[in-house]
T-cell receptor, first 116, second 114 residues
Framework: AQSVAQPEDQVNVAEGNPLTVKCTYS??????LFWYVQYPNRGLQFLLK??????LVKGSYGFEAEFNKSQTSFHLKKPSALVSDSALYFC??????????????FGQGTTLQVKP | IAGITQAPTSQILAAGRRMTLRCTQD?????MYWYRQDLGLGLRLIHY???????GKGEVPDGYSVSRANTDDFPLTLASAVPSQTSVYFC?????????????FGPGTRLTVL
């Protein structure tokens, strides 16, 4: 079965420090991976995606993610965290099942807290 | 402003009542989706539509129905609401139903069924 795991419920980091939000996946075939951010009482905003090519994907707001096929991971990173980055982050993988429902399989989410 | 709008923003509903959540997009996207978000479970797909006139069932379709009469609108109906349908509902759309297409989400509807 295809799945996504975000092993940390919460990540705490000081402003100005680098941040990493972890994501691992399990899919059959090539994975199509996405990161979204959700601010309080708001919808999900797309950050970046990996389809193919360069393993380091750059996205919105200075975020990037590194695809690692051998470790089946797609960790979200940012070199210098801002207090305004505090939010709920979701990793997702496209369901590659036989019926193309378009479904994204989401992890349970990781709350990022950036402290001044 | 281009994007997805959802209505209502929030709603408290008595069990057994019928409710329609509205979703409209102005990006001329062919594919649209309804997800529900529950604490600790991430988002789960309820129904989808790859193009106007077609719909399909997602992961958790029971108790919900959808229609897609045109490209822009994708309403979600709860025929007889139950408390387990208390959730936050997100509508999303993508250019097509392709595996690599990005899905863009609306602001959500918070529904409480008592």
């Amino acid at each position: 079965a295809q799945s996504v795991a975000q092993p940390e419920d919460q990540v705490n980091v000081a402003e100005g420090n680098p941040l990493t939000v972890k994501c691992t996946y399990s899919v059959s075939g090539n994975p199509y991976l996405f990161w979204y951010v959700q601010y309080p009482n708001r919808g999900l905003q797309f950050l970046l995606k990996y389809i193919t090519g360069d393993n380091l994907v750059k996205g919105s707001y200075g975020f990037e993610a590194e695809f690692n096929k051998s470790q089946t991971s797609f960790h979200l990173k940012k070199p210098s965290a801002l207090v305004s980055d505090s939010a709920l982050y979701f990793c997702a993988v496209r369901d590659m099942g036989s019926s193309n429902t378009g479904k994204l399989i989401f992890g349970q989410g990781t709350t990022l807290q950036v402290k001044p | 402003i281009a994007g997805i709008t959802q209505a209502p923003t929030s709603q408290i509903l008595a069990a057994g009542r019928r409710m329609t959540l509205r979703c409209t997009q102005d990006m001329r996207h062919n594919a649209m989706y309804w997800y529900r978000q529950d604490l600790g479970l991430g988002l789960r797909l309820i129904h989808y539509s790859n193009t106007a006139g077609t719909t399909g069932k997602g992961e958790v379709p029971d108790g919900y129905s959808v229609s897609r009469a045109n490209t822009d609108d994708f309403p979600l109906t709860l025929a007889s609401a139950v408390p387990s349908q208390t959730s936050v509902y997100f509508c999303a759309s993508s250019l097509a139903g392709g595996y690599t297409d990005t899905q863009y989400f609306g602001p959500g509807t918070r529904l409480t069924v008592l």
